[in-house]
């Protein structure tokens, strides 16, 4: 009787877990309010849900975060969240992505200014789980932030590298947008930096989703 009784229990356990760990999330703001603690250790569910309600009756209230400082919800639609974690300092994107024959994915971008700005892209499916991000976007190396490389710039630097700041952000129709800091080619002389500008994109690298991963346009 004990074996069966440890048996039944252990299968009760098991389904039990298998309910909890395969829980999927419906929509970007249930994704928000759950997605995990390590990507914002200082905002609990109870503070994400308190910051979305804040953000629908728009009362502007602030939320404090575990750290004591202010946090809001400065965007919310159906498929994005902008959110200010900490004024002047951190902001965070959530992005929901569809995909024509799978359940979506949400891609999470966090900017921090150091005062440089420096972001950094994950993507989270349904259950949220952390997924290879090199299957979804190829993140842009130097090279793409040219309008064109002149010959004298050749060996200058290695153009299939990915500067040492890049900032993400999300456009009104969820479009990615990739600004490469100066910094990465502040240390060369004046002649190669001024030649450097001179020929770099006017604008942000556009990157937009086509139903299976993120690619430049």
């Given at each position: 009787?004990?074996?069966?009784?440890?048996?039944?229990?252990?299968?009760?356990?098991?389904?039990?877990?298998?309910?909890?760990?395969?829980?999927?999330?419906?929509?970007?703001?249930?994704?928000?309010?759950?997605?995990?603690?390590?990507?914002?250790?200082?905002?609990?569910?109870?503070?994400?849900?308190?910051?979305?309600?804040?953000?629908?009756?728009?009362?502007?209230?602030?939320?404090?975060?575990?750290?004591?400082?202010?946090?809001?919800?400065?965007?919310?639609?159906?498929?994005?969240?902008?959110?200010?974690?900490?004024?002047?300092?951190?902001?965070?994107?959530?992005?929901?992505?569809?995909?024509?024959?799978?359940?979506?994915?949400?891609?999470?971008?966090?900017?921090?200014?150091?005062?440089?700005?420096?972001?950094?892209?994950?993507?989270?499916?349904?259950?949220?789980?952390?997924?290879?991000?090199?299957?979804?976007?190829?993140?842009?190396?130097?090279?793409?932030?040219?309008?064109?490389?002149?010959?004298?710039?050749?060996?200058?630097?290695?153009?299939?590298?990915?500067?040492?700041?890049?900032?993400?952000?999300?456009?009104?129709?969820?479009?990615?947008?990739?600004?490469?800091?100066?910094?990465?080619?502040?240390?060369?002389?004046?002649?190669?930096?001024?030649?450097?500008?001179?020929?770099?994109?006017?604008?942000?690298l556009m990157y937009e989703w086509n139903g299976k991963r993120f690619k430049k346009v």
């Open positions: 009787m004990c074996f069966i009784r440890r048996t039944f229990f252990i299968v009760l356990f098991a389904c039990f877990a298998s309910s909890v760990f395969a829980e999927r999330v419906e929509g970007i703001r249930d994704f928000f309010v759950k997605m995990p603690d390590e990507v914002i250790p200082y905002l609990n569910y109870s503070l994400k849900s308190d910051m979305l309600d804040c953000y629908t009756v728009g009362n502007g209230r602030k939320t404090e975060n575990l750290l004591k400082g202010k946090s809001w919800v400065s965007y919310c639609d159906s498929a994005r969240i902008d959110v200010v974690l900490s004024d002047g300092k951190s902001l965070l994107s959530v992005l929901e992505c569809e995909r024509k024959k799978d359940s979506p994915i949400y891609a999470v971008i966090e900017t921090i200014y150091t005062p440089i700005a420096d972001s950094r892209i994950t993507f989270y499916n349904s259950e949220m789980e952390l997924l290879n991000g090199k299957g979804i976007i190829e993140l842009p190396c130097k090279g793409d932030f040219f309008v064109s490389l002149p010959k004298s710039l050749k060996g200058c630097f290695d153009v299939s590298e990915v500067p040492e700041f890049l900032k993400v952000s999300v456009s009104n129709d969820g479009t990615l947008l990739f600004e490469a800091d100066p910094v990465w080619y502040a240390a060369f002389d004046f002649n190669i930096r001024k030649l450097i500008e001179q020929n770099l994109l006017p604008k942000p």
